[in-house]
């Protein structure tokens, strides 16, 4: 009977833990393979003041979404997790409110009452303090003129020891002139050999095989990803121009290197006479954890990586 209770207990603890193992794996599953799904628009009519931006967001099948609009000059957003929705201008209501209830505690708190100030009280002089003052001052007066006569017995110096002092003098200023140079090229030397050392350390890690095969498995990994964050649905056209053609042309030089990724779906019009803005774009896609999770899988898989780390954990220049 006992052993058929221990049996019994045993297996809900079992079926518990099994449960709990399922309901992780279950949350991981849906953390990961659960997208978050975007679409931004943005569009000008040929001035600043026309520009206006809109971001759209959701997650979770909609159970968080949100959006954040831009226009006027003006920025709003509104967020919903679940039934809970909150806005911008709620936000910034309370802040507000928040703040003035600071303020207001903070000015009646520096608020207090005048406290008179005590007045030093005035010494009193004795006759007798006075009497003792006037004999300190007649002393002195009295020990003056033979200070005076001591300083008038003490020999001049003469020229030609004085001219003596100032040649030693002006000899170890020049002295000390050029061991400063000197001490000053030398701690310029020591410094550019201990940056020559420096470099030939990263130089010698950086072309070491093993650190070379880790970087280039690290930079063909990130390329992946970037294909694969690669937005679904892009379209656009904009002309554009800035107030220095040459800021203009360099604009023109990024946008052509990074136009193999838009396949085609933007077209690009400069103006090099004047400033303009005008245009529309769109883009919308999804971002998914797994995508993430699979870059640092395989990164840490690699031996050649994970050797890397442990030597720049290791490296000291």
């Known amino acids: 009977m006992i052993l058929q209770i221990v ?42 003041e026309t520009l206006w931006a809109r971001l759209q967001f959701s997650l979770l099948f909609r159970f968080a979404e949100g959006c954040v609009e831009y226009a006027d000059g003006k ?38 009452v005048g406290i008179p100030e005590e007045k030093p009280m005035e010494k009193t002089e004795e006759p007798g303090e006075r009497r003792s003052e006037e004999q300190g001052k007649s002393r002195k007066s009295a020990e ?40 000053t090229f ?31 498995k690290a930079i063909q990994s990130l390329k992946r990803l970037v294909l694969r964050l690669k937005p679904t649905d892009f379209s656009g056209n904009v002309r554009f121009g800035f107030e220095d053609p040459a800021v203009t042309g360099k604009t023109l030089a990024v ?14 019009e400069p103006e090099f006479q004047e400033e303009i803005l005008e245009g529309e774009l769109l883009i919308a896609g999804k971002l998914t954890a797994w995508k993430f999770a699979a ?12 050797k890397t780390i442990s030597h720049i954990k290791n490296f000291k220049l």
């Open 144 to 183: 003056k003129p033979h200070e005076n006569s001591e300083n008038r017995e003490k020999p001049r110096k003469s020229p030609e020891k004085s001219f003596e002092k100032s040649a030693k003098k002006a000899e170890d200023e020049k002295r000390s002139f050029f061991e400063r140079i000197e001490y």
């Open 186 to 216: 030398q701690v310029f030397c020591d410094k550019m050999n201990v940056l020559i050392e420096k470099k030939e350390k990263i130089r010698s890690f950086l072309e070491d095989e093993i650190h070379h095969a880790a970087f280039l």
């Open 255 to 268: 946008l052509s290197v990074t136009a193999p990724f838009f396949e085609g779906n933007l077209e690009v």
């Open 75 to 112: 920025t709003t957003w509104r967020l919903r997790v679940a039934w809970k929705q909150l806005q911008g201008a709620e936000a910034k209501q309370v802040m507000e409110e928040t703040a003035s209830v600071a303020e207001s505690m903070a000015e009646n708190a520096q608020i207090g």
């Open 7 to 48: 049996l019994w207990i045993l297996k809900i603890i079992g079926w518990i833990l099994l449960a709990v193992l399922g309901l992780f794996v279950l949350a991981v599953c849906f953390v990961l393979f659960t997208p978050l799904r975007y679409k931004g628009e943005a569009g000008c009519q040929g001035k600043k």
């Open 295 to 306: 870059l640092v899988l395989e990164l840490f898989t690699d031996k050649n990586i994970r």
